[in-house]
């Protein structure tokens, strides 16, 4: 019937679903921080990361394109990062 | 004892899901909303408290509900590759219908979204925090009308047999593009503060 379902990503759709609900919940929470800010840009960067290989198949694909995708990454996190960090 | 090969797909050949043309594409526009990032993030410096003050006006709630929509439609998608991969068509058109489906949804929600601004009297034009607002969500609204048109044109080619995996692979590339992309604008745009 639904044996084209893999379970490794059914899994991957609850982790991001799961991170998702987090970040709401920290964002409803207490006022962020430096600290929380970072740890939410991780999250997302990490979100990405799954979206990229898992679903987009990139962990299958020649090396020099999973450095370009995980370039990318980096580039956006950091802007963020920089952008909100207050001193 | 015979042993038997499979015989490998174009795409398993190359390990590269659909066009390689598309990743490229998908690449160049990623970088295009990275200098958007940028642009946002070296903006709001110059007037903290007014950003801050104009983002109190947008929903944390209706933000994730649109992130989780992007995720099960990318999900959908998939699902949708695998059912192809095993020959059911049928099973394939019928999660294709369901990511068009939550793409036609975040387009509702954002109508939504849109129209409670300008009931409060905001538009593009009321501050720089909200220029980024509308051109960065716009911006990425067209992307996902684009996404549509595609993966409708997509279903009447895999319906009639004169599209198969390959080509839907290469939807799915930008289909996902669209969010992850929205993976980075939620937080931007709507929890940092």
Redesign the interface.
């Given at each position: 019937m639904l044996n084209f379902i893999t379970l490794r990503e059914a899994l991957v759709w609850l982790l991001l679903v799961t991170a998702t609900i987090i970040t709401w919940q920290v964002a409803e929470g207490e006022p962020l921080t430096n600290l929380s800010r970072t740890l939410l840009v991780a999250v997302s960067a990490f979100k990405v990361r799954l979206v990229i290989r898992q679903f987009m198949q990139l962990r299958s694909m020649p090396r020099p394109w999973q450095v370009a995708f995980d370039g990318w990454i980096m580039l956006a996190a950091s802007i963020i990062l920089i952008g909100f960090h207050s001193t | 004892m015979q042993a038997t090969y499979a015989t490998p797909t174009k795409s398993q050949s190359n390990?590269?899901?659909g066009e390689e043309g598309v990743?490229i594409f998908v690449?160049i526009d990623?970088?295009v909303?990275?200098v958007l990032?940028?642009s946002?993030?070296?903006e709001?410096?110059k007037n903290i408290e007014l950003f801050n003050q104009s983002q109190e006006l947008l929903s944390?709630?209706i933000g994730?509900v649109n992130?989780?929509i992007l995720?099960?439609s990318?999900?959908f998608?998939?699902?949708s590759i695998?059912?192809l991969?095993?020959q059911?068509r049928r099973?394939a058109l019928v999660f294709l219908a369901l990511t068009l489906f939550t793409g036609f949804m975040f387009i509702v929600s954002k109508g939504f979204e849109y129209q409670d601004k300008f009931a409060a009297g905001v538009s593009m034009l009321t501050n720089d925090y909200y220029m980024f607002y509308f051109m960065m969500t716009g911006l990425h609204l067209v992307h996902v009308c684009i996404g549509m048109i595609a993966l409708g044109i997509l279903f009447t080619k895999i319906k009639n047999g004169t599209a198969g995996e390959h080509a839907l692979?290469s939807g799915?590339?930008y289909w996902?593009?669209v969010?992850?992309l929205w993976?980075?604008i939620?937080?931007?745009l709507?929890?940092?503060?």
């Amino acid at each position: 019937m639904l044996n084209f379902i893999t379970l490794r990503e059914a899994l991957v759709w609850l982790l991001l679903v799961t991170a998702t609900i987090i970040t709401w919940q920290v964002a409803e929470g207490e006022p962020l921080t430096n600290l929380s800010r970072t740890l939410l840009v991780a999250v997302s960067a990490f979100k990405v990361r799954l979206v990229i290989r898992q679903f987009m198949q990139l962990r299958s694909m020649p090396r020099p394109w999973q450095v370009a995708f995980d370039g990318w990454i980096m580039l956006a996190a950091s802007i963020i990062l920089i952008g909100f960090h207050s001193t | 004892m015979q042993a038997t090969y499979a015989t490998p797909t174009k795409s398993q050949s190359n390990q590269i899901p659909g066009e390689e043309g598309v990743f490229i594409f998908v690449l160049i526009d990623m970088m295009v909303f990275a200098v958007l990032f940028a642009s946002y993030a070296f903006e709001r410096k110059k007037n903290i408290e007014l950003f801050n003050q104009s983002q109190e006006l947008l929903s944390v709630g209706i933000g994730t509900v649109n992130t989780l929509i992007l995720l099960t439609s990318s999900w959908f998608i998939v699902l949708s590759i695998r059912a192809l991969q095993r020959q059911r068509r049928r099973a394939a058109l019928v999660f294709l219908a369901l990511t068009l489906f939550t793409g036609f949804m975040f387009i509702v929600s954002k109508g939504f979204e849109y129209q409670d601004k300008f009931a409060a009297g905001v538009s593009m034009l009321t501050n720089d925090y909200y220029m980024f607002y509308f051109m960065m969500t716009g911006l990425h609204l067209v992307h996902v009308c684009i996404g549509m048109i595609a993966l409708g044109i997509l279903f009447t080619k895999i319906k009639n047999g004169t599209a198969g995996e390959h080509a839907l692979e290469s939807g799915a590339t930008y289909w996902h593009m669209v969010d992850l992309l929205w993976i980075f604008i939620f937080p931007l745009l709507y929890v940092f503060r």
